[in-house]
């Protein structure tokens, strides 16, 4: 069983990176990652976000945390494959004050309903900080297999000091439940990003911190939210005397104790200064377990490789069979409800209604609803069958009891068989009565038509002294059903292909076609009228006074055209970028967020990655010192462009 935590900074922020990018669902992710249990941080939804190919996935059941304020913040997800384990409960926050689906605080809870280790009163009180406010981020996420307790956390971020006294108390309410359950005799199991790292091997600009902060190792090591984690590991690395209450660790770096000497296994890196290249970054995502298992893991690691957000997933892998409670057990058998497995072998299928109520699939929006893959999967024979059998009344016309329905027959050109003549008619009457036609009157006139004028045309001034307008051909009643059934008389086709009644199509200055549709009334027996024919003359327009130019005049006017749009052209253009000095290639432009006096201010810098060591280099690979601001180089460009050589 492999157990996989990321921080994927936005809930659909992997789709963006291969290989993600080729499916774009969760199910193929989580079979990319090799996962069992998946642990998400940052989603950055809230609940009214969550949709179907989020929760109403086929084989997994999945749990989320979600700030309940806040829009586009923390946020925690767990999902679970149905074959291999299955939960016996959640919830949500450290602390338990949160409402459960009953209405109940999960802390209130009965015995046997609640996962247990909250802290007491005087522990709370301790923490200095809302316990409400604490849990209403979607910071924690607690689901409990007969196995253990996993604990899906994301750690608040250094915020510069603004938020200190909340993010040391999140991580003391952390220490303080992980501890309590750890009494209460269950196992633990936290993984996450925890925002903080153990030293100064774990963090590449640590060494710089120090000198810039001007502190000692023991100093690093000590700070507040450093010194409560490292008390929290078994080996964790504590100057001076331990806390009160925190005498020695709980839990074990899985990921570190496979790899003890490994420098540069960092799981983060900063996005603005493009630091993941260079493996620029720190260890802040973490799988840890509690003392009692520490056989249980195979192996544990990092996957650098892997892109889709600033972190990289963090996994630990379980060996199939485990010591657990003196005996040997598979760990299938630990992993999923009493009586699900017995060694290894499944005894019942698992169900939604095994599932705990926190599950996001027993949530009232999503509850008693399928994905669209189930719907489609097993379709029942039943509703097969009446669909095959069951006939449209649009398609086929009622007939009299004991009058058999004639049976489909190709059509033949020429003269119907007296057989089909009765059906078709039906058929006909059915057709023409869903679509009714409009009756038209023969015998008034139509309104006449010159054809599509041109906008200039449509402000000018009727010309006195034009010949008669042109007549439209009136449309026979009911023509346009029975075109679509009935061939064109004779007398229609003649009309249509006589010569002297098609209007000639002529182009006017500005471009717009003379509507070749409006053909000249024709009487019964089809005699045209001498002033209904319209010839080039008389429908052909003055020129325009300003199309008559020279030569020389066109070309000086295409001349100035085109000269107005190389103006427009080099006023909307992105800058020319300058070349750095280290290695020769096009600067990039950044801005400057930093408050002071340049807040707002752009410059261009060497667009290289970072390297290893954090700083600006010669003569390397890595970003160069190149650092030009904007208004300078701009400034630079006029006088390069007004200074004539020689």
């Given at each position: 069983?492999?157990?996989?935590?990321?921080?994927?900074?936005?809930?659909?922020?992997?789709?963006?990176?291969?290989?993600?990018?080729?499916?774009?669902?969760?199910?193929?992710?989580?079979?990319?990652?090799?996962?069992?249990?998946?642990?998400?941080?940052?989603?950055?939804?809230?609940?009214?976000?969550?949709?179907?190919?989020?929760?109403?996935?086929?084989?997994?059941?999945?749990?989320?945390?979600?700030?309940?304020?806040?829009?586009?913040?923390?946020?925690?997800?767990?999902?679970?494959?149905?074959?291999?384990?299955?939960?016996?409960?959640?919830?949500?926050?450290?602390?338990?004050?949160?409402?459960?689906?009953?209405?109940?605080?999960?802390?209130?809870?009965?015995?046997?309903?609640s996962i247990g280790g909250y802290p007491t009163a005087l522990q709370t009180a301790e923490l200095g900080v809302d316990p409400?406010?604490?849990?209403?981020?979607?910071?924690?996420?607690?689901?409990?297999?007969?196995?253990?307790?996993?604990?899906?956390?994301?750690?608040?971020?250094?915020?510069?000091?603004?938020?200190?006294?909340?993010?040391?108390?999140?991580?003391?309410?952390?220490?303080?439940?992980?501890?309590?359950?750890?009494?209460?005799?269950?196992?633990?199991?936290?993984?996450?990003?925890?925002?903080?790292?153990?030293?100064?091997?774990?963090?590449?600009?640590?060494?710089?911190?120090?000198?810039?902060?001007?502190?000692?190792?023991?100093?690093?090591?000590?700070?507040?939210?450093?010194?409560?984690?490292?008390?929290?590991?078994?080996?964790?690395?504590?100057?001076?005397?331990?806390?009160?209450?925190?005498?020695?660790?709980?839990?074990?770096?899985?990921?570190?104790?496979?790899?003890?000497?490994?420098?540069?296994?960092?799981?983060?890196?900063?996005?603005?200064?493009?630091?993941?290249?260079?493996?620029?970054?720190?260890?802040?995502?973490?799988?840890?377990?509690?003392?009692?298992?520490?056989?249980?893991?195979?192996?544990?690691?990092?996957?650098?490789?892997?892109?889709?957000?600033?972190?990289?997933?963090?996994?630990?892998?379980?060996?199939?069979?485990?010591?657990?409670?003196?005996?040997?057990?598979?760990?299938?058998?630990?992993?999923?409800?009493?009586?699900?497995?017995?060694?290894?072998?499944?005894?019942?299928?698992?169900?939604?209604?095994?599932?705990?109520?926190?599950?996001?699939?027993?949530?009232?929006?999503?509850?008693?609803?399928?994905?669209?893959?189930?719907?489609?999967?097993?379709?029942?024979?039943?509703?097969?069958?009446?669909?095959?059998?069951?006939?449209?009344?649009?398609?086929?016309?009622?007939?009299?009891?004991?009058?058999?329905?004639?049976?489909?027959?190709?059509?033949?050109?020429?003269?119907?068989?007296?057989?089909?003549?009765?059906?078709?008619?039906?058929?006909?009457?059915?057709?023409?009565?869903?679509?009714?036609?409009?009756?038209?009157?023969?015998?008034?006139?139509?309104?006449?038509?010159?054809?599509?004028?041109?906008?200039?045309?449509?402000?000018?001034?009727?010309?006195?002294?034009?010949?008669?307008?042109?007549?439209?051909?009136?449309?026979?009643?009911?023509?346009?059903?029975?075109?679509?059934?009935?061939?064109?008389?004779?007398?229609?086709?003649?009309?249509?292909?006589?010569?002297?009644?098609?209007?000639?199509?002529?182009?006017?200055?500005?471009?717009?076609?003379?509507?070749?549709?409006?053909?000249?009334?024709?009487?019964?027996?089809?005699?045209?009228?001498?002033?209904?024919?319209?010839?080039?003359?008389?429908?052909?327009?003055?020129?325009?006074?300003?199309?008559?130019?020279?030569?020389?005049?066109?070309?000086?006017?295409?001349?100035?055209?085109?000269?107005?749009?190389?103006?427009?052209?080099s006023l909307f253009a992105r800058p020319v970028a300058p070349l750095c000095e280290g290695h020769n290639e096009p600067c990039?432009?950044?801005?400057?967020?930093?408050?002071?006096?340049?807040?707002?201010?752009?410059?261009?810098?060497?667009?290289?990655?970072?390297?290893?060591?954090?700083?600006?280099?010669?003569?390397?690979?890595?970003?160069?010192?190149?650092?030009?601001?904007?208004?300078?180089?701009?400034?630079?460009?006029?006088?390069?462009?007004?200074?004539?050589?020689?």
């Amino acid at each position: 069983m492999r157990l996989t935590t990321w921080n994927v900074n936005g809930i659909r922020n992997p789709f963006s990176y291969p290989p993600w990018n080729t499916e774009r669902t969760f199910p193929a992710m989580f079979d990319g990652l090799g996962s069992d249990i998946v642990v998400m941080q940052e989603l950055k939804i809230q609940r009214k976000d969550l949709r179907d190919d989020m929760v109403l996935l086929d084989g997994w059941d999945c749990f989320f945390s979600l700030p309940k304020h806040k829009k586009g913040y923390s946020g925690v997800g767990i999902y679970t494959r149905s074959s291999t384990c299955a939960p016996i409960r959640a919830e949500e926050g450290l602390l338990g004050v949160l409402p459960s689906p009953s209405g109940v605080s999960f802390c209130e809870l009965a015995e046997g309903a609640s996962i247990g280790g909250y802290p007491t009163a005087l522990q709370t009180a301790e923490l200095g900080v809302d316990p409400a406010l604490l849990d209403a981020e979607g910071r924690c996420l607690v689901v409990e297999f007969p196995a253990f307790v996993l604990l899906g956390v994301y750690s608040p971020a250094n915020s510069n000091g603004l938020r200190d006294d909340f993010r040391y108390g999140f991580i003391c309410a952390l220490d303080c439940r992980i501890r309590n359950l750890i009494k209460n005799g269950k196992n633990v199991v936290l993984v996450g990003d925890l925002n903080v790292s153990r030293d100064e091997m774990d963090t590449a600009s640590a060494v710089e911190d120090m000198r810039k902060a001007g502190i000692s190792h023991e100093e690093y090591i000590s700070t507040p939210n450093r010194r409560i984690f490292n008390q929290l590991l078994l080996d964790g690395e504590v100057a001076g005397e331990h806390d009160e209450g925190r005498e020695r660790g709980v839990l074990w770096d899985t990921t570190r104790a496979f790899h003890p000497e490994r420098k540069g296994m960092y799981t983060h890196w900063e996005q603005k200064i493009n630091a993941r290249p260079g493996n620029f970054g720190s260890r802040i995502d973490f799988v840890l377990v509690c003392e009692s298992m520490l056989g249980w893991v195979k192996d544990a690691n990092i996957q650098e490789g892997l892109h889709g957000s600033d972190h990289c997933p963090v996994y630990a892998d379980f060996k199939d069979e485990v010591e657990f409670d003196g005996k040997r057990c598979k760990l299938i058998d630990l992993m999923n409800p009493p009586n699900t497995f017995s060694d290894g072998v499944r005894l019942k299928d698992w169900k939604l209604q095994d599932s705990p109520a926190f599950s996001a699939k027993r949530m009232p929006e999503f509850d008693r609803r399928r994905s669209i893959k189930s719907m489609f999967a097993a379709p029942s024979l039943k509703k097969a069958q009446s669909s095959a059998t069951t006939v449209p009344t649009s398609a086929a016309p009622v007939l009299p009891s004991g009058e058999a329905v004639p049976s489909p027959s190709p059509v033949k050109s020429g003269t119907d068989t007296p057989g089909a003549t009765p059906l078709k008619r039906k058929a006909s009457a059915i057709a023409t009565q869903s679509k009714p036609i409009k009756k038209q009157n023969t015998s008034a006139d139509f309104p006449k038509s010159k054809g599509q004028q041109s906008l200039k045309g449509f402000f000018q001034k009727a010309t006195p002294g034009a010949g008669p307008p042109e007549k439209t051909m009136p449309q026979s009643p009911g023509s346009s059903e029975d075109a679509a059934v009935d061939p064109p008389s004779r007398n229609q086709s003649k009309v249509v292909s006589s010569n002297d009644s098609v209007k000639i199509t002529s182009m006017n200055l500005n471009g717009a076609p003379e509507s070749p549709d409006h053909l000249p009334n024709t009487s019964t027996n089809h005699e045209s009228h001498p002033d209904d024919v319209l010839t080039p003359a008389s429908t052909m327009e003055a020129p325009d006074e300003d199309l008559n130019v020279s030569p020389s005049q066109f070309s000086a006017k295409l001349e100035a055209v085109e000269q107005n749009q190389k103006s427009w052209n080099s006023l909307f253009a992105r800058p020319v970028a300058p070349l750095c000095e280290g290695h020769n290639e096009p600067c990039k432009s950044m801005l400057t967020k930093k408050k002071g006096s340049n807040q707002g201010r752009s410059f261009w810098m060497c667009a290289r990655p970072l390297g290893p060591s954090g700083n600006k280099e010669r003569g390397t690979q890595w970003r160069c010192p190149t650092f030009i601001w904007c208004s300078d180089w701009q400034g630079r460009k006029v006088e390069e462009q007004v200074v004539e050589p020689g």
